[in-house]
C-alpha cells in the first residue's frame, strides 16, 4: 500500500535530548514536509522539501533541522534549541502539479513529549 | 494579514442533525480553500477544495462547502450527522504565490450526541 510512515508514534525524551523523527513515502512524490500541531493553533509549517537535497524552512523552524538525501525520506530532528518541543508532528508529502489538482498526503503523526 | 479563520473551537451536533461548520480567510484575491479531517492521533484527510467555478462542491463523506466571495467565506456542510463524523476540521487556503502559503486555520472540534 502506498503512503506515508511516521516513525515512532509516541516518543519521550528528556530535556536537552535531540530526537529525530522519522517520515518515509513511498508515493514518488517530490515534495515532502513538516508540520507542528499544538492545542487550538492548527498546523504550523517548520521545513519543506520540494526536491531531493533541498529544503526550506516554513513558519517556525528555530529549533529544528532536516534533511532530504533520499526522495523517500525527510526526517525531522528537534533539537535542543527548541525552547517547546512537545507536540504532535505532521509530515505531508505532495502529489505535484497546482493545487487545483494537487492534493496532500498526510502521515499519522509522531507525539513527541519533553520531560 | 492573511489568515483562515475558524470562530468556532467546539461544536456539538445531536446524530441526524444537520452541520455547519464556518471558515473565514483574509485574503486580497480568491484563494484555493480546503477542507480537511482529523481523526484522534491521525493524520488529515482532505474532503473537499475550491479553486474555481461552481461555488458549490461536493466532497467525500456527504460533505460540501459553499463559496461566498462577498463574506469570504467557505462554510462546510453535511445534512446529516452521524456518530462516525467525530473529529477535529480544518480549513485551509492558499493565501499566495508558494508551498509556504497553505495556511491552516485552527480547527473546530466537532462532538456528536446521540
Known amino acids: 500500500d502506498g503512503g506515508i510512515t511516521q516513525s515512532p508514534k509516541y516518543l519521550f525524551r528528556k530535556e536537552g535530548q535531540n530526537v529525530t523523527l522519522s517520515c518515509e513515502q513511498n508515493l514518488n512524490h517530490d515534495a515532502m514536509y513538516w508540520y507542528r500541531q499544538d492545542p487550538g493553533q492548527g498546523l504550523r509549517l517548520i521545513y519543506y522539501?520540494?526536491?531531493?537535497?533541498?529544503?526550506q524552512k516554513g513558519d517556525i523552524a528555530e529549533g529544528y533541522s532536516v534533511s532530504r538525501e533520499k526522495k523517500e525520506s525527510f526526517p525531522l530532528t528537534v533539537t535542543s534549541a527548541q525552547k517547546n518541543p512537545t507536540a504532535f508532528y505532521l509530515c505531508a508529502s505532495y502529489t505535484g502539479g497546482g493545487w487545483n489538482t494537487g492534493e496532500l498526503f498526510f502521515g499519522e503523526g509522531s507525539r513527541l513529549t519533553v520531560l | 494579514a492573511q489568515s483562515v479563520t475558524q470562530p468556532d473551537i467546539h461544536i456539538t451536533v445531536s446524530e441526524g442533525a444537520s452541520l455547519e461548520l464556518r471558515c473565514n480567510y483574509s485574503y486580497g484575491a480568491t484563494p484555493y480553500l480546503f477542507w480537511y479531517v482529523q481523526s484522534p492521533g491521525q493524520g488529515l484527510q482532505l474532503l473537499l477544495k475550491?479553486?474555481?467555478?461552481?461555488?458549490l462542491v461536493q466532497g467525500i463523506k456527504g460533505f460540501e462547502a459553499e463559496f461566498k466571495r462577498s463574506q469570504s467565506s467557505f462554510n462546510l456542510r453535511k445534512p446529516s450527522v452521524h456518530w462516525s463524523d467525530a473529529a477535529e476540521y480544518f480549513c485551509?487556503?492558499?493565501?499566495?504565490?508558494?508551498?509556504?502559503?497553505?495556511?491552516f486555520g485552527t480547527g473546530t472540534r466537532l462532538l456528536v450526541s446521540p
Open positions: 522539501s520540494q526536491i531531493v537535497n533541498d529544503f
Open positions: 475550491y479553486f474555481s467555478g461552481d461555488t
Open positions: 485551509a487556503g492558499v493565501l499566495g504565490t508558494g508551498f509556504q502559503k497553505l495556511v
